[in-house]
């Protein structure tokens, strides 16, 4: 079993920067890739970006590619999100999801509560 907790949303303004992060707890939980995830109210869950169990590869939604960066640290069971150059529409719950890696939310068997990322025009 393993559990995550995301943490670090908040609320920004458009062209301020934040990093959220993902613990992970259970002894596998750094053999898994992780993938973050947002959902803004009233639109699906979308893929934003993805990390291989070793940090070796990673992936990004085209709307995020530039800006936002995956990076994890095994030794802290930890994977961050940072997020540069944020707009409005950057405005979502942001859930992380460990499992494989793939932008499809079908192949992560496990997901944390999610953070709140606000960012004001």
């Known amino acids: 079993q393993v559990q995550l907790v995301e943490s670090g949303g908040g609320l920004v303004q458009a062209g301020d920067s934040l990093r959220v992060s993902c613990a992970g707890s259970?002894?596998?939980?750094?053999?898994?890739?992780i993938g973050w995830f947002r959902q803004a109210p009233g639109n699906e869950r979308e893929f934003v970006a993805a990390?291989?169990?070793?940090?070796?590869?990673?992936y990004y939604a085209d709307s995020v590619r530039g800006r936002f960066t995956i990076s994890r640290d095994n030794a802290k069971n930890t994977v961050y999100l940072q997020m540069n150059s944020l707009k409005p529409e950057d405005t979502a719950v942001y859930y992380c999801?460990?499992?494989?890696?793939?932008?499809?939310?079908?192949?992560?068997?496990?997901w944390g509560q999610g953070t709140q990322v606000t960012v004001s025009s």
């Open positions: 999801a460990a499992g494989g890696y793939s932008d499809s939310k079908r192949t992560y068997k496990y």
């Open positions: 259970g002894r596998t939980a750094s053999s898994y890739a």
């Open positions: 990390i291989s169990w070793n940090g070796g590869r990673t």
